[in-house]
């Protein structure tokens, strides 16, 4: 039986990085018997070397609402002559009960051995509030997405959705903190895969969608607000995506402007109020999954 393995996130945990480096060496990875396959990587889409768009079919968004696409990658699958796929996708991290059944579903009668990469909660949500500012035009406070986005530092639920299915063999947590810098991120995930790294270290490029400094993403999320507030009409959107643009790129005058921000607001994010209000929301989940999952050793990497 051919294995599949499903990395799904969690997001800000250099998914990109891998996926990366994975559709960087996909010939050499079909020389060592896995595929990463072609199928459900948007080549439409900012972000072209992950299978977003087998998440999006499963959760019927962005119009994959049909399972063309899953039977397209089973037979990419069954053609590959190796006995092992990688499928990477950070927004499986989200998926609902129901989601993941349609997913497990989808990839029978495929072995399913998960993946995922967890980082301290309060790393994770200035990570997401540093991408939501810069993607989404986002422009509230910190603390109003620590509010927002809570949920998605329970742990222990979101791995209790995934474990809960028999057809899932395995859920191999590993922790972003630990393996970032030694051995480094692509040979942790080469590690948890079966992959020779030797063999293709030389595809690991520089990390990817790395979030901005504090001063960006304060002087981003004030022009998001301008935005918000200021007229519609062409020539002030131009200007206001044009400042956006220069600030994200640190180009003039986006570079003085951030500068100026941080002389005026260089406070941190995860302030000691943010952590204690964290801590409150999550901290007897938060224990149970360490007791559960990780061994004594490595609590300090998903510290609250």
Known sequence: MKTVYLHIGTHKTGSTSIQKFLAAADEALKEQGILYPKTGRPRENWSPYGHHKLRWAVAGEWKQKDKRIWEELRQEVCQHPGDRAIVSAEGFETCT????????????PFSIRVILYLRPPAQFLRAA?????KMEKYHASFSQCVDDMISRCDYLGLVSRW?????IESIHIRLFDKVKNEPGL??????????GFSRVRSFVGPPANTSPPNSVIQTVRWINKIEKA?????????LIDRMRGNVLGR??????ISYTANLVSCNSFVTYRIKKRIRGKILRRHKEFLSTYLENKDYKYLNL
């Open 186 to 195: 692509e040979a942790s995930f080469a590690d948890a895969t079966g992959i």
């Open 251 to 256: 180009r003039w005058p986006g570079r003085w």
């Open 230 to 238: 200021g007229p519609t009409f062409r020539p002030f959107q131009e």
């Open 97 to 108: 009960t129901q989601e993941i059944r349609r997913l497990v579903n989808q990839l029978s």
């Open 163 to 167: 474990e809960r299915f028999e057809e």
């Open 129 to 133: 509030y540093a991408q939501r500012v």
